[in-house]
T-cell receptor, first 111, second 115 residues
């Protein structure tokens, strides 16, 4: 089955700097890769996603890139703000329609 | 539009006691998921429903866990009896369809503490 690895587990950046979180997956049949932001006491919230037929997608300060050959995808947050502080999860949707999540990255944006 | 609703938000019970969680998905969403999230980990799927049918329950510990989705809308997840290791956040999510890249929306979760 699918396996998703996520790095780093924690990330601290200065406000205004960029943050990058990376994930790798094992199943080449996976075709959908969402990213979720989870704040304390809340459920994960989708912030951006990418399908396997696209290499890059951007939404304001957030972008995701996908390298199908290497089986990895990354989340890029530019001009970070304190409210970006949260736990971020990547996920891969496999051919059985199951979502496999990474272990999360705790992002701290220092003011 | 209301999001995914879960109740209760918090539950504390002693081991060997039963517990039940309730989920109301977003209106019109056919697919419903129950996940368990342990501290510091990502969500792990317990069961997925397409309408009333449980199409993936391979990771549901069936000796103590059960779930139902009557009429293809609300769902209940039950644990009986609870064990210390069941302490976790139980998340419900829904989507219009499980196929393709359909967006999955999560509820706020129920934090279960087993003493």
């Amino acid at each position: 089955g699918e396996n998703v690895e996520q790095h780093p587990s924690t990330l601290s950046v200065q406000e205004g700097d960029s943050a990058v979180i990376k994930c790798t997956y094992s199943d080449s049949a996976s075709n959908y890769f969402p990213w979720y932001k989870q704040e304390l006491g809340k459920g994960p919230q989708l912030i951006i996603d990418i399908r396997s037929n696209v290499g890059e997608k951007k939404d304001q300060r957030i972008a995701v890139t996908l390298n199908k050959t290497a089986k990895h995808f990354s989340l890029h947050i530019t001009e970070t703000q304190p409210e970006d502080s949260a736990v971020y999860f990547c996920a891969a949707k496999d051919e059985t329609y199951k979502y496999i999540f990474g272990t999360g990255t705790r992002l701290k944006v220092l003011a | 539009e209301a999001g995914v609703v879960q109740s209760p938000r918090y539950k504390i019970i002693e081991k060997k006691q039963p517990v039940a969680f309730w989920c109301n998905p977003i209106s019109g969403h056919n697919t419903l998921y129950w996940y368990r999230q342990n501290l510091g980990q990502g969500p792990e799927l317990l069961i997925r429903y397409e309408n009333e049918e449980a199409v993936d329950d391979s990771q549901l510990p069936k000796d103590r866990f059960s779930a139902e989705r009557l009429k293809g809308v609300d769902s209940t997840l039950k644990i009986q009896p609870a064990e210390l290791g069941d302490s976790a956040v139980y998340l419900c999510a829904s989507s219009f369809s499980s196929q393709g890249g359909d967006t999955q929306y999560f509820g706020p979760g129920t934090r279960l503490t087993v003493l």
